[in-house]
Structure formats: structure tokens, C-alpha cells
């Protein structure tokens, strides 16, 4: 299910293209699998809803955000039918997963998170007389969300134990705040983000396979006017 007041399709054979409003955007999906059925070996029910929205705030620049929870009920499901948190090992900014958690890092059956960006555009950099001219905008963003995982699919899927060892978040929050520049010569975006991780448990040992990083600087490309 999807309401979107306001927003366009622009329709072809191939693929489908949206054009967006300024009002929110409402999301919500439902799935549901029966063992037995083509040959599933699981029961469960995926539930997951979102609110999103861009609009320019007069005089304060441009807000974007997003808003997200969701629950799947069922006992001793492996990781690939969870809630698999999306992180990131590159240093391309991604701009819809924690650039500072590691692949498979946290999964969850149960979860709330939120995005958002304020884009100032340039309202600090004018203060800055060797800056002015330039088509640079700046701006701040934080990430978070919050997970749970049930005891019966925390012992399934061996939790915090292997080589990579997948973690819950255990009624946690994992933080990312960042700033940066875009607009840089029209096609570049530089970001600086800070990680606020749940405590690892006693344990814990980084390795080259799940390295701990507080602290990045990542690089992105796209065209703006």
C-alpha cells in the first residue's frame, strides 16, 4: 500500500518514474509465508511501514526525512528472513543505510528507525568571504534505529558467535551523525560521519572481517543545478 498526495508517475514499457511532492508519503507492506507452501520451510508475517517527506523550510533551507518500523512475527527464522540492518564497506556514501556499521552487522525482528537530512544550502558558508562565490551548499544529518531480536531466533541464528559475529541490538539504538559539502564543481559530495554504537559484548575482539570504525570520511557523485 502506497499514499502519495500530490506526486506524478511518468509512465513507459520499461520502468516506472516518479516525481515527488512536497506532502508526506505513506508506505505500508505486508507478506506472509506458510510452511509447506511451494516449499517454504517457515511460517512468519513481515510487517513494515514508513512516513517520508521533502519540503523547503523558508528561510532555513531544504529538510528531507524518513521514518520506518516494523515486526515480523515468528520463532527460529535464519537472519536472511529478518530485519538485516543496511550497512556499508565502501567509501561511497550511501545514502539510505550506516555508512559506519559493517555488512550484516545487526538484524532484527523488531525495529523503529529514522533519516533525516537538513540541507542549509549556504547560510554558514557566506560567512566565509573566500567561500561566497563558490556553488558549494552545506549540511547536517542524523540516522538511527532501534532493534530487538526474541530469544528464539537470537539461539537459531547463534547470535554474537562465528567469525562475523551477527549481533542483535538488544532494545539499543545505533546512532550516525554527519556534515558535509555538496555541490562541489556541480557533480561532487563529501561527507564526515560519527557512529554511536551499542556496547559490544565483553567478548568482542574487531577483526580485519568486521573492523570497529567510529569515524569516516566518505565521497559521492551526482548532478545538481
Given amino acids: 500500500f502506497r499514499y502519495a498526495p500530490g506526486e506524478k508517475k511518468l509512465e513507459t514499457n520499461r520502468r516506472k518514474i516518479r516525481f515527488k511532492g512536497n506532502k508526506p508519503i505513506y508506505e505500508f507492506n505486508i507478506s506472509k509465508a506458510a510452511s509447506g507452501i511451494w516449499g517454504s520451510k517457515y511460517n512468519y508475517t513481515k510487517l513494515h511501514g514508513s512516513i517520508s517527506q521533502k519540503l523547503r523550510i523558508p528561510n532555513f533551507g531544504i529538510v528531507s526525512y524518513n521514518a520506518y518500523g516494523g515486526k515480523i512475527y515468528g520463532d527460529s527464522l535464519p537472519f536472511m528472513l529478518l530485519e538485516l540492518h543496511p550497512g556499508n564497506e565502501v567509501f561511497i556514501y550511501n545514502k539510505n543505510g550506516f555508512n559506519l556499521m559493517n555488512r550484516f552487522e545487526y ?38 534505529v532501534w532493534g530487538n531480536m526474541n530469544n528464539s531466533n537470537r539461539i537459531f541464528n547463534r547470535t554474537e558467535f562465528g567469525p562475523y559475529q551477527l549481533r542483535s541490538l538488544r532494545s ?35 577483526t580485519r572481517i568486521q573492523p570497529v570504525q567510529n569515524f569516516g570520511v566518505f565521497g559521492s557523485l551526482r548532478i545538481q543545478f
Fill in 107 to 144: 538484524y532484527s525482528d523488531t525495529y523503529a528507525g529514522f533519516q533525516m537530512e537538513h540541507n542549509i544550502e549556504k547560510k554558514l558558508i557566506n560567512l566565509i568571504p573566500v567561500l561566497r562565490k563558490t556553488k558549494m551548499r552545506q549540511f547536517w544529518n542524523v540516522k538511527g
Fill in 172 to 206: 539499543h539504538t545505533y546512532l550516525e551523525f554527519g556534515t558535509g559539502f555538496d555541490n562541489i564543481f556541480k557533480f561532487f559530495r563529501v561527507d564526515f560521519v560519527w557512529r554511536s554504537a551499542p556496547p559490544y559484548p565483553a567478548n568482542y575482539k574487531a
